[in-house]
């Protein structure tokens, strides 16, 4: 599988396929996905924005069994431009069963360098059966509560804006764990408003053609949107782990095992 939109930049798309590349090879891993993360993934570019690859990988069965595993985390050379490092499949399994958001988003990129979409869904589906919710909506609404503790800016408004979209997204959904992971697919899924919608992918716009967006004030449609969901979403920080933990490991482990054979 791979879904690269045109307005890349080629040159740099050739530099990351040629990464990863070179990481298959060098290190002797097989990558089941690699993909887009960050500001282009997340829907909200700037026009300098740099490159957040992220990739899953998988070592031989033989490195899995050795007594001195090697690193479950593999990167590149870091730049203004790229930003390309990833995980081992088994450190990406053992996030998801404790609810980590982040490894989970990665399977919902609408930018795919590489990807097996049998992997991609067997993966999906080990989500859906062992992530907390509660967790999953308590990483969102830690992650906009931090922006909004800093200095304010536009970019940082919108790095709390996804999440308390993602927020939105889970109470339209009330039965889901993995929402999408671009803004304005979690806005075109969810029951906002026109007003908050159309003002959202104004904003967007204007990011994809400013540099910098400086210190200016959200939009005050956009700022009630995002205090209201944080409201909305306190009960996470009460929400009972409900998953049972030995079932939680032995799905896990059967996936690994799968991914191994």
């Known amino acids: 599988m791979r879904s690269v ?24 891993v097989r990558i089941p996905w690699a993909i887009e993360s960050g ?3 997340w829907g909200f570019p700037s026009p300098d924005s740099d490159y957040d690859c992220r ?23 870091l730049d203004k431009i790229y930003d390309v490092n990833g ?39 080990l989500a859906d059966e062992i992530v907390e919710r509660g967790a999953i909506g308590r990483h969102y609404l830690h992650v906009a509560k931090k922006q909004r503790a800093g200095t304010p800016t536009l970019k940082r408004f919108f790095y709390g804006l996804r999440p ?18 671009d803004l304005p697919t979690l806005l075109a899924e969810s029951d906002v408003s026109d007003e908050v919608h159309r003002a959202a992918l104004e904003l967007i716009a204007l990011k994809a053609e400013t540099r910098e967006l400086g210190a200016a004030p959200a939009p005050a449609v956009l700022e009630r949107f995002v205090v209201v969901q944080l409201e909305h979403a306190e009960h996470f920080e009460s929400e009972p782990v409900t998953n049972d933990m030995d079932r939680t490991r032995a799905l896990a482990d059967a996936f690994m095992r799968t991914q191994l054979d």
């Open 164 to 181: 308390a979209a993602a927020l939105r997204w889970l109470e339209t959904h009330p039965t889901a764990v993995v929402p999408p992971m």
């Open 55 to 77: 990739f899953l990988f998988l070592r031989t069965r033989d490195d899995y069994l050795s007594l001195w595993p090697a690193r479950d985390v593999i990167e590149t050379p």
């Open 5 to 28: 939109p045109l307005s890349l930049d080629p040159f740099v798309i050739a530099e990351i396929d040629r990464r990863l590349s070179s990481v298959s090879t060098e290190e002797d």
């Open 87 to 125: 995980w081992d499949v088994a450190k990406a399994v053992k996030l998801i069963a404790k609810g980590n958001a982040t490894a989970v988003e990665w399977l919902r990129s609408p930018i795919v360098y590489a990807g097996d979409t049998s992997f991609r869904d067997e993966l999906l589906t």
């Open 39 to 41: 500001s282009r993934a």
